[in-house]
T-cell receptor
Framework: DAKTTQPPSMDCAEGRAANLPCNHSTISGNEYVYWYRQIHSQGPQYIIH???NNETNEMASLIITEDRKSSTLILPHATLRDTAVYYCIVREGRGFQKLVFGTGTRLLVSP | DADVTQTPRNRITKTGKRIMLECSQTKGHDRMYWYRQDPGLGLRLIYY???????NKGEISDGYSVSRQAQAKFSLSLESAIPNQTALYFCATSWTGSTDTQYFGPGTRLTVL
């Protein structure tokens, strides 16, 4: 079962920041927050993950609240190619756990 | 991710035929996975392998078999394909020494008539 809640869809104007929220109120202390995205029928693409601290890489930033019950994925300058379904996943960072993709947020970036 | 490749990318076959889907990776990862994706059902794990000698069934392994020929290669076989195996199939890899982040291939679209 997915342990996360995301809005089903969001819109964003090209060039603007896209802020995608995720609630994970039952997250445990050893669980990480992962973000993946899937562009139509392509393989899921890893974006970023974090445990407690905010994280940034070349694709996005991840902001995790202090109580860790929610997080936000930020695409700082969205492009048309960022149109995809974005999945927030909570899982332990060690050992094997299958990835459980919920329904995700369908982000539409428009000109 | 170009480091994970899958062949073929598309395949149409008939009921009862044997089909093999192949996955190769140049990431040097030890773990490999096979998932299928159906509309509205998300990803479901078929098989996973932690190394060449360690292969495990996932949640929907019936009707499938796998072979880990080398650390870099993991094949999925449908011994006798049936129409409800029509789906998108994804291979993924990860490395034990990391936080087990999985990286996916581009997928194979399989249609069984």
């Amino acid at each position: 079962d997915a342990k996360t809640t995301q809005p089903p869809s969001m819109d964003c104007a090209e060039g603007r920041a896209a802020n995608l929220p995720c609630n994970h109120s039952t997250i445990s202390g050893n669980e990480y927050v992962y973000w993946y995205r899937q562009i139509h029928s392509q393989g899921p693409q890893y974006i970023i993950h974090g445990l407690k601290n905010n994280e940034t890489n070349e694709m996005a930033s991840l902001i995790i609240t202090e109580d860790r019950k929610s997080s936000t994925l930020i695409l700082p300058h969205a492009t048309l190619r960022d149109t995809a379904v974005y999945y927030c996943i909570v899982r332990e960072g060690r050992g094997f756990q299958k990835l459980v993709f919920g329904t995700g947020t369908r982000l539409l970036v428009s000109p | 991710d170009a480091d994970v490749t899958q062949t073929p990318r598309n395949r149409i076959t008939k009921t009862g035929k044997r089909i093999m889907l192949e996955c190769s990776q140049t990431k040097g990862h030890d773990r490999m996975y096979w998932y299928r994706q159906d509309p509205g059902l998300g990803l479901r794990l078929i098989y996973y392998s932690f190394d060449v000698k360690d292969i495990n069934k996932g949640e929907i392994s019936d009707g499938y078999s796998v072979s880990r020929q080398a650390q870099a290669k993991f094949s999925l076989s449908l011994e006798s394909a049936i129409p409800n195996q029509t789906a998108l199939y994804f291979c993924a890899t990860s490395w034990t020494g990391s936080t087990d982040t999985q990286y996916f291939g581009p997928g194979t679209r399989l249609t069984v008539l």
